[in-house]
């Protein structure tokens, strides 16, 4: 497609609300319905962001049939009021859908739960036990001397990670030191990591190589030989890098490592030590489909994170509890709200209520499916960086069709008993 | 709607008007939000029965909302499970006291008679989910103060002897960005100079990378907020907080203001001197002396009340000293965006310790040694000092010389011996409360339709019947009517309503745009376009209550 041959628009500075890292660069082409990324962006925003011409009017279904939006409405509507114990997950959505899912839970009951909350979760078990030393992306850009990144290389996840926390100019950082502890850094994230010096151990054993890190930090040594699969002379070399660094920062993303919490909390533990005598934080990844934003919203309107169940206009906090995964085996029904992307819900024996991307696939036909415009391509809305402090307004790119998941939940809200 | 109030007796300071001193009553009028001229026009009538008629009350400093509020939350989640829900539809959602939910904040605060409070530690890059935040908390019009002094933009431009115009652009477009309605310092120049593995910075020492002192960084924004005209002084959390010894740094401080406008936040964590054995003491009466001698102070105390709370701050240079007194043992620290931080360190003040003791002793000197009460105000820096359901026991400190002296006598021992709080006689008067607690907030942010109960204001009006008990009489407001729609009857919530957000909006010179975008664009890596918020964006699309702001120049 060329620009003569259809005219299109193009929309620059766009920001993207899909993998939490707050990119807001982005070229778009729009063309009627259509939309489409250009230039540099991530492979998942290029997915994400695609809309085809010739896609089909996603329609509201009641088991695989459709029908009328008012008829959806209602048979969510009569779901819900005779549901025992409802599950509000998936929670893809901006800061307004989640009010509004918030406010339908709080009438209802139910729990809440993000799809992304499994590295929350492990984040958290360190958090709330010791609380942590963190930072940000504007202060791991300009600052960061020295980098560990735990477990895999993160470009997987964040496509353009090392290009947005480690520019070739920063304010103050000397040098750049990355240092790879777990998977060598792929090609993409060698590209970006441009002229940043980089070290790879690659530790079988993470959170035994990681302890080691913590305390040689501390003034130990080790004995020699290897721990977790590295030698002992290149943890130590590591360890003498960070203790070293103006600014050090450790990153990993607890949803891809099985041992999340373990490598929360040695993380969180060697950020402790080095600023014992020098400067360092954490910068743990996350903050896939504004899963932080929510988690916000949670915060300042129950008082708990995510996975609480509200009964009886009370609410409870309880992370194992009230997981997805161990509350769909209590509940009866399924409230799945995914806005960003067509992820389908989980496995569930009981009535499902989707408030999904249009293009979900759905593994068997759920009692009610209430297709909803995305978030920053259909309709305006607000989410969270990773970090959880900084949030961003998402635009609309075309004129929508869909309701947005605010105004399709108030739909089903509305008159309730 | 028209509601009418009779027989009450007003007391409004702001108009000299003191019902409970004449016993006279009047009819208080509020139709569609504002006071009125009273009418015999049909009304929603309330007799009061000579009870005391008061604007709503206005905290200027009280941390209600954004991303360090929500750290002390995920924190604490002990506060929370011990402080559920109450009973009543009004008021399911959410609960915790240290550090509450925005509704619970909003819920207590009404209940207490309180309409309007400001959130006095904004970071930039947090502010939009600080109005997000704000806009969920019902009963209260809120405001927000930004916190300058500590990011990179400024201390770089101050470094290379920037012109005060380019300055003031600054902070103009700051302010504007982030829908702002004051500027706060914190530690000026220390959160800065932690990040660069400075511990400490008193003031006269310079940023260990750009040079720049707290001083000049003080003197630079107190002269843009001057000149941009915003009403609020600039509202300082100074050096050294907690440091005994800090009495010095904050008596200099007053003289580096030069007689121009500074309000000093929290002054009791300021007012510590070394002397006694365990080198820790009062210099309440030092400062409050050189506070009445400077008509261009103002002050507020941020008492510390005895019991579990949460402290949270910008101030990470502090916070991070304090890590080592964090109870529970579990403390996060956070640097921010080239901005500022966030330290939240769980506390428990004790009142058998005695520096917790002293503390309590010397915030309550400085309350009853200051002088004129517009120029002090009645805080605890919710919830560093404590939460503010503490309240009106501290009013009755203040307003009950036994009352206080008896539980003078629980405390440490040795911290009695420590304190002259014993021998000062003075009880706050009803008139004087009135005074800290509305009419004063009001004119020192300039807010002229409120904390006043004069035709035009804003129908923000509290009744509360007299009681000799004043800690029980302020607990529960009789009425509560918020813009003329009542909220709370005989102490509870019996309506939620949204507030509005107050914004300032000074005059600055817009040829700093461009510089802007290109140090977002480079350093922080943000659009300075994403950054800065919309009026749509706030209060759920109702936006901001604008106040303009003329420059002077002073």
């Known amino acids: 497609m060329t620009e003569i041959e259809s005219a299109p628009h193009i929309v620059r500075d766009v920001v993207c609300g899909f993998c939490g890292l707050g990119c807001d660069d982005l070229t778009i082409e729009t063309d009627g319905s259509a939309v489409r990324a250009r230039d540099t962006v991530c492979p998942e925003a290029a997915r994400l962001f695609l809309r085809r011409a010739d896609a089909r009017e996603p329609q509201c279904s009641q088991y695989g049939e459709v029908t009328s939006e008012a008829d959806a409405v209602a048979a969510a509507r009569a779901i819900l009021a005779a549901a025992r114990a409802p599950l509000f997950a998936g929670l893809g959505v901006d800061i307004d859908g989640g009010r509004a899912v918030l406010e339908l839970a709080a009438r209802f009951g139910g729990v809440l739960d993000h799809a992304a909350s499994e590295g929350l979760f492990r984040n958290y078990a360190a958090v709330q036990r010791t609380g942590w030393l963190a930072t940000t992306l504007a202060e791991v850009r300009n600052r960061c001397d020295v980098l560990l990144v735990v477990g895999e290389d993160p470009t997987a996840s964040f496509g353009r990670l090392f290009e947005r926390l480690l520019p070739a100019s920063p304010l103050f950082a000397g040098s750049r030191k990355v240092i790879f502890l777990g998977e060598a850094p792929g090609e993409k994230a060698r590209a970006q990591l441009g002229g940043a010096e980089t070290v790879h151990l690659p530790a079988d054993d993470l959170v035994a190589a990681l302890e080691a890190i913590v305390g040689l930090a501390r003034g130990r040594t080790l004995p020699g030989g290897t721990v977790g699969g590295v030698a002992a002379a290149d943890l130590a070399a590591a360890a003498a890098a960070l203790t070293g660094a103006a600014y050090a920062v450790v990153t990993w993303n607890g949803a891809t490592l099985a041992d999340g919490a373990l490598i929360a909390e040695r993380a969180t533990a060697l950020v402790d030590a080095l600023n014992l005598t020098t400067r360092a934080g954490v910068f743990p990844l996350g903050g896939r489909d504004n899963i932080i934003g929510v988690n916000q919203l949670l915060l300042w309107r129950l008082g708990y994170p995510l996975r609480t169940a509200i009964r009886g206009q009370v609410s409870e906090h309880d992370p194992a509890l009230f997981s997805t995964e161990a509350a769909l085996k209590d509940a009866d029904v399924l409230v799945w709200v995914s806005a960003f992307r067509p992820e389908p819900p989980p496995d569930f024996a009981g009535k499902v209520i989707a408030f999904a991307h249009p293009e979900t696939r759905f593994a068997r036909p759920p009692e009610v499916f209430i297709p909803v415009g995305t978030p920053g391509i259909d309709h305006a809305g607000t989410v969270y960086r990773m970090d959880s402090i900084v949030s961003l307004p998402l635009g609309a790119l075309r004129v929508a069709t869909l309701p947005s998941v605010a105004e399709a939940v108030r739909l089903v809200a509305g008159d309730a008993p | 709607m028209r509601v009418r109030l009779t027989g009450g007796r007003v007391l409004d300071p702001t108009t000299g008007e003191n019902g409970v001193a004449t016993g006279a009553t009047r009819t208080v009028e509020i139709h569609d939000g504002r006071l009125v001229t009273p009418t015999d026009l049909p009304a929603e009538e309330y007799d009061l029965g000579g009870d005391i008629v008061l604007a709503g009350g206005i905290d200027l400093h009280s941390h209600i909302a954004g991303g360090k509020m929500n750290l002390a939350r995920l924190l604490m989640q002990e506060d929370r499970r011990a402080y559920p829900e109450l009973p009543g539809a009004f008021c399911g959602c959410g609960g915790g006291r240290a550090s509450p939910s925005a509704h ?29 935040e704000m806009a969920d908390i019902p009963n209260l019009d809120t405001g927000a103060y930004l916190v300058l002094g500590n990011d990179d933009y400024l201390l770089r431009l101050m470094a290379a002897g920037a012109q005060q115009e380019q300055i003031n652009a600054y902070v103009g477009w700051m ?269 020192i942010l300039g807010l002229t339709d409120k904390g006043h109960l004069a035709p035009g204001g804003v129908g923000d009006v509290v009744v509360h019947t007299e009681d000799s008990d004043r800690e029980k009489m302020f607990s529960r407001a009789r009425y509560v009517f918020k813009n003329g729609r009542l909220v709370v009857k005989d102490g509870e919530i019996v309506e939620t309503v949204a507030g509005t957000t107050h914004v300032a909006r000074p005059e600055f010179d817009r040829g700093i745009e461009k510089d802007m975008e290109r140090w977002f664009d480079e350093a922080v890596g943000l659009k300075a376009k994403h950054f800065r918020i919309a009026d749509g964006e706030l209060r759920g699309g109702a936006g901001p209550t604008i106040l303009t702001c003329e420059g002077t120049s002073l």
Request: glycine share 8%.
């Open chain 2, 175 to 443: 302010i504007e960005a982030t829908q702002a309605f004051a500027i706060k310092i914190v530690n000026p120049g220390g959160i800065n100079a932690f990040k660069f593995n400075a511990r400490r910075m008193n003031l006269d020492e310079g940023n260990p990378h750009y040079g720049v002192t707290p001083r000049t960084v003080l003197q630079t924004l107190i002269r843009a907020v001057t000149e941009l005209g915003l009403p609020h002084p600039i509202h300082l959390h100074g050096c050294n907080l907690g440091i005994p010894g800090n009495d010095e740094t904050t008596l200099a401080t007053i003289l580096a203001a030069e007689g121009r406008r500074l309000h000093l936040t929290h002054l009791q964590f300021h007012s510590y001197g070394t002397e006694g054995d365990r080198r820790f003491s009062s210099s309440a009466a030092r400062i409050a002396e050189m506070v009445n001698a400077h008509p261009n102070i103002s002050v507020d105390v941020g008492q510390v009340m005895f019991g579990q709370t949460i402290t949270a701050s910008a101030d990470y240079m502090s916070q991070y000293r304090n890590r080592a007194f964090a109870s529970p043992k579990k403390s996060i620290g956070m640097d921010i965006e080239l901005d500022a931080a966030c330290g939240v360190v769980p506390f428990e003040y004790r009142d058998r310790n005695f520096v917790n003791a002293l503390q309590w002793a010397i915030g309550l000197e400085l309350f009853l040694l200051v002088e004129d009460p517009w120029r002090i105000f009645l805080t605890t820096d919710h919830p560093n000092g404590g939460p503010f359901t503490t309240y009106p026991h501290l009013m009755r400190l203040l307003m009950d010389r036994d009352f206080r002296n008896a539980q003078l006598a629980t405390l440490h021992k040795a911290a009695r011996s420590h304190t002259i709080l014993e021998s000062i006689t003075r009880e706050y008067t009803l008139e004087e409360m009135a005074i800290l607690t509305r009419a004063a907030p009001a004119r």
């Open chain 2, 104 to 132: 619970a904040t909003g819920c207590r605060y009404s209940e207490l008679g309180y309409t309007t409070v400001f959130e006095p530690a904004m970071v930039g890059a947090n502010a939009r989910g600080a109005h997000l």
